[in-house]
């Protein structure tokens, strides 16, 4: 339980869902974790529980990322891993609906968001101590890989990401800064969130029914397996990959289930 051990971890968007869990999960692996997000409520349960170090951000915010990325390095000296989870899909639609006001906002937390992270995370993993060196994470969706057509928000934004990644991950190769980068994607995960939409849903077993029928597996994932995938790219045991999209999605998006 020490595969993250001496190991400073920054984690956009820790106050809920697989982002509570990458938290709890990275601590418990022996890194020292820093998580932003605007629940400070909910920071402040998680800090409690978990030691972790809370900072109120926006990651669509430029300027608030280099007084951040100054916090981590006064009280840790280093940064070894960014997992840039923060996103969202409020008012999202379709093609035809969508306002600009939503696609602005989505673009800047889903795209932006991801880009800044890595831009400032790149800057100060730059100057760890012994040499040059790090994991980027970055939080796509299987709907990166397969478009939605009532989120075309979301969808586009995700889909970005994978790309995202590459080009960061050769980019940092080509230069030999040891800064790795790769971009998971989750399929139905039941986070709080999810649970609250089956609750509210006019038929709710239906509606579990459905969540859990995406999969061949007949079921939703975990926050906490998430983190599990997150825990390993950021590991040593990962230091050879990068570039690369680690779908984890209990099968959705590996075929047709047939009929």
């Known amino acids: 339980m020490a595969r993250l051990a001496d190991k400073v971890a920054l984690i956009t968007g820790g106050t809920s869902g697989i982002g509570d869990a990458a938290v709890r999960r990275f601590v418990e692996e022996g890194a020292q974790v820093v ?21 109120l951000q926006r990651v669509e915010d430029a300027d608030a990322w280099p007084p951040l990325m100054a916090k981590i390095k006064d009280r840790f000296g280093r ?18 609906n969508i306002t600009m006001e939503a696609w602005d906002k989505i673009v800047a937390v889903n795209m932006t968001g991801p880009m800044l ?31 939605l057509p009532g989120n075309v928000g979301y969808s586009t934004t995700k889909g970005a990401l994978r790309l995202l990644a590459k080009s960061i991950a050769v980019r940092c190769a080509l230069n030999k800064l040891n800064i790795r980068c790769n971009s998971i994607h989750p399929g139905v995960v039941e986070t709080t969130l ?24 007949k079921r939703m994932g975990t926050p906490d397996e998430i983190a599990g995938l997150c825990v390993y790219l950021g590991s040593d045991e990962a230091s050879f990959v990068t570039g690369a999209e680690y779908v984890i999605d209990g099968g959705s998006t590996a075929g047709l289930i047939g009929v």
């Open 194 to 217: 999810i649970q609250g939409a089956i609750d509210a849903a006019p038929d709710p077993k239906a509606a579990r029914a459905m969540l859990e029928g995406l999969s061949p597996m």
């Open 79 to 96: 940064l070894d891993i960014a997992f840039a989870n923060a996103g969202m899909e409020g008012g999202d639609t379709d093609i035809e």
């Open 35 to 55: 998580f932003t997000g605007s629940n400070q409520a909910a920071a402040a349960k998680i800090s409690d529980e978990t030691g972790a170090h809370f900072e």
């Open 117 to 147: 992270t890595a831009k400032y995370a790149i800057e100060l993993m730059k100057q760890n101590p012994e040499g040059p060196g790090g994991s980027i994470i970055l939080n796509s969706s299987m709907n990166g890989i397969l478009a």
